[in-house]
Structures are given as C-alpha cells and as structure tokens.
C-alpha cells in the first residue's frame, strides 16, 4: 500500500526562526517520486519540489531545503528564517514510478503559520 | 505562461441539483487530472486524462460524477445529482504527460457548497 503521513498538524513560529515539516512514506515499489506542495489561503497547490528515488542526495533553494532519507522514509522540508508569506498548508506527496498511474497521493497536509 | 484554468471559483446550489466544472489545463499539457479535496485533507484524484482518453477513473463515483474531455483540451467533470456530502474543493490539474513521474501543475480550484 501507498501512504503518507505528515504528523504535524498545525505548527506555528516566529517570523526568522527555522521550521521542519516532516514526511514519512509508505511504498513497496523500488522507483517512485516525492513531492512538496504548498497551498496558500488561495487554494492553488503550487509545486516546490520533485525527487525520485534514485536520487538521495539534498537539495537546497534559497531558504528552503529538502533531506530524503531512503533508510528512514523520510522527506523533510526545512524553512530557515521563516516569513509571514510562508503561512499555507504545505502537503508532502508520493508518486509511484513504476505503474505511471500518475495518481498523486498525498498526506494530510501541515498548516504552518508564521507571525510576524 | 498561463496556468490551470478553472471556473467557477465558487458554486453554490441545493442537494439534488446538477453542477458542471470546467477546466483548460496549461498549453501542451496532454496529462489532465482532477482532484477533489475535502476540508482539511490532502486532494485526492478522482479521473486522469491523457489526451481524450480516461486512463485511469476508478476512483471516480460512476453513478453520480461525469467527465469529458472531448478535443484532448479542456475539459468538464459533472455531478448530477449533488448530495450534501459533494461539498469540497475540486481541483484541476495538468502535466506534460508520456515520461511519468512529472509534477503536476494545479488550478486554484472549483468551491463547492451544496446546501
């Protein structure tokens, strides 16, 4: 089966402190692709980040950044020096690889606030 | 480049009627998804389209919920008729679709309240 689960309901910060939206995923299949989405009081999703399972190493854009952990299943998002605009509901997503059904399955979703 | 297009923003209408969406996914986007959110959760995809044909709809309620997506373009998801449990948020998306694992660009989404 294929899930994901993002603990963290709410979380809220300081505007400038650190935050970590953790992401913990559930696949048997050895080639998928993980994704981090952010939706604003607006409601569009809108895409930050793609990895596939073959590649492991971090990536770093700006303030954000990303660790896959393959030993942990695990797709932390880290936000430093958090900003008021940074307020949405950020959603970590899994993507099987293997069958292409390009069936998105998300986790629940996080609400980070940011308070100036 | 204009993104995912999606309208209405909001509808509103009693239980028992029928409500039609409407989507143009981004140009040269032959992938179309669409994805119903409920409050507080993660979307979740009720039909994907690769050009005109419906690849993939099993998670679609077949006795109440239509789509078509008829010149490989836009396309139209229906509900007739709509039950007190339909409201949620309606999302349209599209990909460039034949390699896999693309993301997928999303609309701002379809509000509907039925009452």
């Known amino acids: 089966a294929q899930k994901v689960t993002q603990a963290q309901t709410e979380i809220s910060v300081v505007e400038k402190e650190d935050v970590t939206l953790d992401c913990v995923y559930e696949t048997r299949d050895t080639t998928y692709y993980l994704f981090w989405y952010k939706q604003p009081p607006s409601g569009e999703l809108v895409f930050l980040i793609r990895?596939?399972?073959?590649?492991?190493q971090n990536e770093i854009s700006g303030r954000y950044s990303w660790n896959f952990q393959k030993s942990t299943s695990s797709f932390n998002f880290t936000i430093t020096a958090s900003q008021v605009v940074d307020s949405a509901v950020y959603f970590c997503?899994?993507?099987?690889?293997?069958?292409?059904?390009?069936?998105?399955?998300f986790g629940q979703g996080t609400t980070l606030q940011v308070k100036p | 480049e204009a993104g995912v297009v999606q309208s209405p923003r909001y509808k509103i209408i009693e239980k028992k009627q029928p409500v039609a969406f409407w989507c143009n996914p981004i140009s040269g986007h032959n992938t179309l998804y669409w994805y119903l959110q409920n409050l507080g959760q993660g979307p979740e995809l009720l039909i994907r389209?690769?050009?005109?044909?419906?690849?993939?709809d099993s998670q679609l309620p077949k006795d109440r919920f239509s789509a078509e997506r008829l010149k490989g373009v836009d396309s139209t998801l229906k509900i007739q008729p709509a039950e007190l449990g339909d409201s949620a948020v309606y999302l349209c998306?599209?990909?460039?679709?034949?390699?896999?694992?693309?993301?997928?660009?999303f609309g701002p989404g379809t509000r509907l309240t039925v009452t």
């Open positions: 990895r596939n399972s073959f590649d492991e």
């Open positions: 998306a599209s990909s460039l679709g034949g390699t896999g694992g693309e993301e997928q660009y």
């Open positions: 997503a899994l993507l099987r690889g293997s069958s292409n059904t390009g069936k998105l399955i």
């Open positions: 389209y690769e050009n005109e044909e419906a690849v993939d």
